[in-house]
């Protein structure tokens, strides 16, 4: 990457209106410029627009002093093709908003390579670089200070150094991450195993738990069966019941009928007696017929006059309203003269009183204009305040900016430190953790060694229920077959007895039940007396198995108790297999947390260190002291801000003076205006002394309105002529209100003659009906007899149904029972069955933890110091030699000549690792602290330049730009003319170099100068 054009607006010291950089031709130059000028902004600004990056933490930081927005175009040239980047940044808003644009010269035009976001946009550059800030930085980049971080180390952490420099902290990153999966992986394992016996042991019982579900299967169908018949037989009965109450049901239908009828036999008793009163009632108003004719006709005559007095109601009211309608605007009129005449009273009082003032304006005229006379000394005392005032404030202004850079760079300094006191703090709290951790791992111990040994003890309680096992098996099969052989005698003792029952059945005849022929009486008592013996010895017999299977039986109850005991051994055995596991995990993690304290402890050091030499941002620092000198040129704040308000003070005193003498202008102008005002209205008065006469007269005698007085007479006629009396009115309302009432009886009248032959049809109707209502609540209680005698077989049908289902309900616990006992067998079964499986399963899961954890080991090694970040340093050691001693022999004329040794000699004669750097030159070969300070840093500058260009190799990307930020001041004036010359001597291995330095003398030594200049209105430069 070869930069070619810089544009930058609002950059941290560059402000608006600063000129493009052009880099075409440049190709070696000196950037230079007083300290603090803004010589590593510029640099800030090529990464910034590449990457987004610089010294500060934060791009707002990077806008300048009271902007609000920044902007930097960069255009490079990237293996023959052109790219221009914009990159701008704004914090108008809360957080801050920023822009990116990448472009490719196509032709005369740019092609946008800009993607959807500003961050596939920034990955967009990157891979057109091929590298990114941190490489750029460490390897184009020759900072301040850091040309030395590498030689200048012991040799014993020259390797820590350069391991760093090449970026192999990723690979401990790897190493560390290989660890903890290893040590993961090994805690896995253990659970694993302890999971293993425990499934090894419940395997074993398959066979037994599987004779076990058999049994258990043969008892639930028997009892299913006997559940069967019980359920038909109480199915029977139900049926039985379910009939009888469906005829319970009609009685109680049947009853709620009855109570039907009979309630519509009492409404129709109701509805008879009432139509009769009400036919009654309808005869009675019939007859009254002519009374209610006169009356009605009293009470139409009474409503016809109310009717002639409601029609003259309306015009009345109408001649009314006119009338007031005329004597409102009489009053209108009247009120409009009397207002006038207010006014033209006000004005003509006004303008008396303004001729009356007018001696005394005059005389304060002539006052004030006295007053008035030095306003123009105290305009141009006012000027010279001024000039005084803005002298001083640009002053203060000055120092206020000096002020706040210094408040940056101090900023800069304490985050630096507070970055360092961080890590102090944050690996004293690493190791007060560790501490902790190792305390708190290491309790484990005891109860490990408890848990292994309970493991030990459970181990011998395990291995006894195996034998048990084996005993309680042997004891069912003996107990079974015992049980048999009683059953056996049984049946051959209840033989002998059918076969004696049958001989005591023949009486006094002496044959054979069984064949017929002739026994005899002494064959008879021969065969009794046989029956006899062998009845007693199956007596015996059954007396002597049934004890030994009760025997049995009682042993295997207490071998039952004994395996129940132990079977909650391999349960807690499974527990104790990963509490070992953990335990053990646990005191391998306090091993490691060791280690991690001891590597902390050595970083704690060199952090402490640095803090304590202040060995950190030695840039800032010289900026920070330049930037105080400048301050201290300016003078005593305090002194200033003094001056300042001195200055202030007067301009406002004279400020306040020249407004006074304002505003008595502004009185006499005022004055003059009101006194021509006088002078103006003197015709006026005599005008408004005039119109008031006249309105006084015109109100006194009532010359006004005169049409609407006329019609208000007339109308007062008109209103008699009409006949309207409201008192007429008022008593015919309260005539026709009173013989109101004969309209109801009319009414009623009309209602009786309508309803009277209805009602007299409707009660012969429901008179029939309440006969039959009669008839029928007979025919109901007839009907209930006959089923209330036949529901007297329900109490013994419902006896006999409920005891069938007392015993399918005994008969369902037993099945229920025995369904629960095999489905507990059947469980058991399914879990040792399922424990075989899961066993295969964790044999190979342990099979390949094993072999994860032995790759994670090697991965381990692999990535660890005596790894591949061994073999990557002993690879680039002869890759930096070779680089660094091509340009220190241009720097010395081949009179230096430096080699790496990474093992050395302890004082034991053992091989250690190191890397010390020795230089030959004419007096001989001298390790590198042995060497001055100009000699040492040319020794510095090309490992630094053979570093850098390792770095970009190893990137992928050509390194094509140099630039040299580092101090010279160590170099004599021939040092400094072979630095020069060695810079130009590797100008064919880069497209662009550029020196940053303030040292008049190097500079000189330049073909092209970049001169960096600071104003009080921003940075700006100048090619030369």
């Given at each position: 990457?070869?930069p070619?054009k ?7 010291c560059?402000?608006e209106?600063?000129?493009p950089l ?13 300290n ?9 600004a ?10 500060l ?11 609000t ?11 023959g093709?052109?790219?221009?980047i ?43 670089l ?7 930085a ?8 850091r ?12 390797k ?6 090449l ?15 290893a040590k993961?992986?090994?805690g ?20 037994f ?22 359920e038909q037989?109480?199915?029977e ?6 009939s ?13 009928r ?22 009654n ?22 409503q ?39 006014v ?8 008396r ?6 001696p ?25 305040a001024r000039?005084r ?10 120092s206020?900016?000096?002020q706040?850079?210094?408040?940056n760079?101090?900023?800069q300094?304490?985050?630096k ?5 961080k ?18 791992l ?14 030990e ?5 395990l ?14 099969d003996?107990?079974?077959?015992l049980?048999?052989e ?15 029952a049958?001989?005591k ?19 008879v ?10 009845r ?17 039986e009682?042993s ?13 051994a ?24 060791r280690?991690?304290m001891a ?6 050091e060199?952090?402490q260190?640095?803090?304590l030499k ?8 010289a ?11 300016l003078?005593d704040?305090?002194?200033?801000k ?20 304002r505003g ?9 205006r ?8 003197l015709?006026?008065?005599?005008d408004?002394?005039?119109?008031v ?10 010359d006004?309105?005169h ?10 006629q ?12 008022r ?8 013989l ?38 007979a025919?109901?209680?007839?009907r209930?007899a006959e ?6 077989d ?9 005891a069938?289902?007392?015993r ?32 295969f ?5 342990r099979?390949?933890?094993a ?29 930096i030699?070779?680089?660094a ?13 430096l ?8 004082k ?12 030959a ?20 500058f ?7 260009k ?8 050509r ?10 001041g ?21 497209g ?12 000189d ?13 921003g ?6």
């Amino acid at each position: 990457m070869i930069p070619r054009k810089l544009a930058l607006r609002n950059f941290m010291c560059y402000r608006e209106d600063v000129p493009p950089l052009e880099f075409d031709g440049l190709g070696i130059a000196c950037l230079s410029g007083e300290n603090g000028a803004g010589k590593s902004a510029l640099l800030d600004a090529l990464t910034w627009a590449l990457w987004g990056e610089s010294r500060l933490k934060s791009d707002d930081d990077l806008i300048a002093l009271g902007a609000t927005e920044m902007e930097v175009e960069l255009t490079f040239a990237l293996d023959g093709q052109d790219y221009r980047i914009i990159r701008k940044r704004s914090k108008a808003k809360r957080t801050g908003q920023s822009w990116l644009d990448f472009q490719v010269r196509s032709g005369d035009a740019w092609k946008s390579l800009t993607a959807a976001s500003l961050r596939e946009t920034q990955q967009t550059i990157t891979s057109t670089l091929h590298m990114g800030y941190e490489t750029f930085a460490n390897s184009a980049f020759l900072r301040q200070g850091r040309a030395d971080e590498f030689t200048r180390k012991e040799p014993s952490k020259r390797k820590q150094v350069l391991a760093e420099i090449l970026g192999l902290d990723v690979y401990e990153q790897l190493e560390g991450g290989s660890k903890e999966r290893a040590k993961s992986l090994d805690g896995q394992m253990k659970v694993v195993e302890g999971q293993i016996a425990e499934l090894e042991r419940q395997a074993s019982e398959q066979e037994f738990r599987a004779k076990e579900v058999e049994s258990a299967e043969r008892h639930v169908a028997s009892v299913s069966e006997q559940l069967a018949e019980a359920e038909q037989q109480l199915a029977e009965l139900s049926a039985r019941v379910q009939s009888l109450e469906q005829l319970r049901q009609r009685s109680q239908d049947l009853r709620k009928r009855q109570a039907d009828i009979r309630r519509e036999r009492d409404d129709l008793a109701v509805a008879v007696e009432r139509l009769r009163r009400a036919v009654n009632e309808s005869e009675q108003v019939v007859a009254r017929r002519a009374e209610i004719t006169a009356g009605v006709a009293q009470l139409e005559a009474a409503q016809a006059e109310q009717r002639r007095y409601d029609d003259l109601r309306d015009p009345y009211d109408q001649l009314l309203e006119r009338y007031r309608a005329h004597e409102k605007a009489v009053d209108t009129a009247e009120g409009q003269i009397k207002a006038d005449l207010r006014v033209a009273e006000g004005e003509l009082k006004r303008l008396r009183d303004a001729a009356a003032r007018r001696p005394h304006l005059e005389a304060q005229l002539a006052d004030l204009q006295r007053q008035s006379s030095g306003f123009p000394a105290l305009q141009e005392e006012l000027g010279k305040a001024r000039t005084r005032r803005a002298e001083l404030s640009e002053k203060l202004q000055e120092s206020s900016r000096l002020q706040v850079e210094r408040g940056n760079l101090a900023h800069q300094l304490d985050l630096k430190k507070s970055s360092l006191t961080k890590v102090r703090d944050d690996l004293k709290r690493q190791q007060k953790e560790a501490e902790d951790q190792i305390r708190r791992l290491e309790q484990a111990r005891p109860e490990l060694e408890r848990a292994r040994r309970r493991q030990e003890a459970l181990q011998a309680d395990l291995d006894a229920l195996e034998q048990l096992r084996a005993d309680e098996r042997g004891g069912v099969d003996r107990a079974g077959a015992l049980r048999a052989e009683c059953a056996h005698i049984k049946a051959q003792g209840d033989e002998i007895n059918r076969k004696l029952a049958l001989l005591k059945e023949q009486g006094d005849a002496h044959e054979c039940p069984l064949c017929g022929s002739e026994l005899g009486h002494s064959g008879v008592e021969r065969i009794e007396q046989q029956y006899d013996r062998e009845r007693a010895d199956l007596r015996a017999l059954f007396s002597t198995k049934n004890n030994e299977a009760k025997q049995i039986e009682a042993s295997l109850a207490q071998l039952g108790e004994q395996i129940a005991r132990r079977e909650g051994a391999a349960s807690e055995m499974q527990r104790l297999a990963g509490q070992i596991a953990r335990g053990e995990a646990d005191l391998a993690a306090a091993d490691q947390a060791r280690a991690r304290m001891a590597e902390d402890q050595r970083a704690l050091e060199d952090v402490q260190l640095q803090l304590l030499k202040g060995d950190y941002e030695h840039g800032t620092r010289a900026e920070l002291a330049k930037v105080d000198a400048m301050i201290s040129a300016l003078g005593d704040v305090e002194t200033v801000k003094r001056q300042l308000a001195q200055a202030e003070e007067q301009s406002q005193r004279v400020e306040r003076r020249i407004e006074e003498q304002r505003g008595i202008i502004a009185k006499v102008e005022s004055i003059q205006r009101d006194i021509q005002a006088i002078e103006e209205s003197l015709p006026a008065l005599h005008d408004q002394e005039t119109l008031v006469g006249e309105l006084q007269t015109t109100l006194g005698m009532g010359d006004f309105a005169h049409e609407d007085r006329l019609a208000m007479e007339r109308i007062k006629q008109q209103a008699k002529d009409l006949g309207y009396s409201s008192d007429a009115h008022r008593a015919a309302g309260e005539q026709a209100r009173a013989l109101v009432r004969w309209e109801e009886e009319r009414r009623r009248l009309e209602r009786a003659e309508e309803r009277l032959a209805d009602d007299r049809a409707a009660l012969g109707r429901d008179e029939q009906s309440l006969a039959r209502r009669d008839e029928d609540l007979a025919d109901a209680d007839a009907r209930l007899a006959e089923i209330q005698a036949s529901l007297l077989d329900l109490g013994p049908a419902t006896r006999e149904r409920d005891a069938a289902q007392l015993r399918a309900d005994d008969l369902r616990r037993v099945l229920g029972v025995a369904q629960r006992d095999l489905g507990e067998k059947r469980g058991k079964l399914a879990t040792v069955e399922n424990a075989a499986v899961e066993l295969f399963s964790q044999q190979q899961r342990r099979k390949e933890l094993a072999a994860r954890k032995a790759l994670y080991d090697d991965l381990t090694l692999s990535f660890g110091k005596k790894g591949v970040q061994a073999l990557l340093i002993e690879t680039a050691v002869p890759e930096i030699q070779e680089e660094a001693n091509k340009l220190l022999g241009r720097m010395t004329d081949n009179q230096m000549h430096l080699t790496f040794e990474t093992q050395g000699a302890t004082k034991k004669g053992d091989v250690t690792e190191t890397l010390e750097i020795k230089i030959a030159d004419g007096l001989g070969t001298r390790v590198y602290d042995a060497y001055s300070g100009g000699e040492s840093f040319r020794v510095d500058f090309a490992i630094r330049i053979a570093l850098a260009k390792l770095l970009a190799r190893r990137a992928g990307a050509r390194l094509e730009t140099l630039v040299i930020d580092e101090g010279f001041g160590s170099q004599d004036a021939k040092g400094r003319e072979r630095l020069v010359e060695a810079i130009t001597s590797v100008q064919q291995d880069f497209g662009q170099i550029l020196v940053v330095t303030h040292i008049q003398e190097l500079k000189d030594l330049f073909p092209v100068q970049i001169e960096i200049t600071k104003k009080p209105e921003g940075s700006t430069w100048a090619i030369a």
